[in-house]
């Protein structure tokens, strides 16, 4: 146990859905993270969050959309998908700010397959 | 620009022996590199870490290696048990850098 915690596991969704990937961290840290993890490919950062607020976004499509309403908890609302948006989504903390603390501690993860 | 990358995508060794994953850094300017194991089914688990002022650096059955010369970064895992089977992950980041930039990751495979 990380200490970060994802909901849900596992999802399903239509093109046409939305849904919401939620994060909980229970360790006081300050940054917190999206990465899109695909088959065969590096983990690519999504978006940080540093003391709620945004400060990457790395060229996400608008179909992503993150929410960090308190230094605990992150967001990813996701909206008309698209097939190859199917990947593991895993949410990361780090207790500084992401120019000085590069170790991340992740959680589980969301495993999303759009149809 | 700047890129990780592991020179291996899977490695299989004997229960017991020692394994070594390879990581290369094109970034001269990185100065902190980091190891991730991350087992079936769960995120990026954090094993080691080593910055640039060190070449060596060790912990429960893991060493990092770090040839800032070649820009080569190495993890080192002794007495291999089936526990250590995963994909591992080296990342690095620099002085003023955001974020890690993550290698593509090594599957390693213990073999009773």
């Known amino acids: 146990e990380t200490g970060v915690t994802q909901t849900p596991r596992h999802l399903v969704m239509g093109m046409t859905n939305k849904k919401s990937l939620k994060c909980e961290q229970h360790?006081?840290?300050?940054?917190m993270y999206w990465y899109k993890q695909s088959a065969k490919k590096p983990l690519e950062l999504m978006f940080v969050?540093?003391?709620?607020?945004?400060?990457e976004n790395n060229s996400v499509p608008s179909r992503f959309s993150p929410e960090c309403p308190n230094s605990s908890h992150l967001f990813l609302h996701l909206h008309t998908l698209q097939p190859e948006d199917s990947a593991l989504y895993l949410c990361?903390?780090?207790?500084?700010?992401?120019?000085?603390?590069?170790?991340?501690?992740f959680g589980s993860g969301t495993q999303l397959s759009v149809l | 620009g700047e890129s990780v990358g592991l020179h291996l995508p899977t490695l299989s060794v004997q229960e017991g022996d020692n394994s070594i994953i390879n990581c290369a850094y094109s970034?001269?300017?990185?100065?902190?590199f980091i190891w991730y194991k991350q087992e079936s089914g769960k995120g990026p688990q954090f094993i080691i870490d080593?910055?640039?002022?060190?070449d060596k650096r060790q912990g429960q059955r893991v060493t990092v290696l770090l040839n800032k010369t070649v820009k080569h970064l190495s993890l080192q895992i002794a007495a291999t048990q089936p526990g250590d089977s995963a994909v591992y992950f080296c990342?690095?980041?620099?002085?003023?850098?955001?974020?890690?930039?993550f290698g593509q990751g090594t599957r390693l495979t213990i073999n009773p």
């Open positions: 990361a903390s780090s207790p500084g700010r992401p120019a000085n603390e590069g170790k991340l501690f």
């Open positions: 080593i910055r640039s002022n060190m």
């Open positions: 990342a690095e980041t620099g002085l003023g850098a955001q974020k890690l930039v």
């Open positions: 970034n001269s300017a990185s100065d902190y």
């Open positions: 969050y540093s003391l709620e607020e945004r400060v």
């Open positions: 360790l006081g840290h300050n940054a």
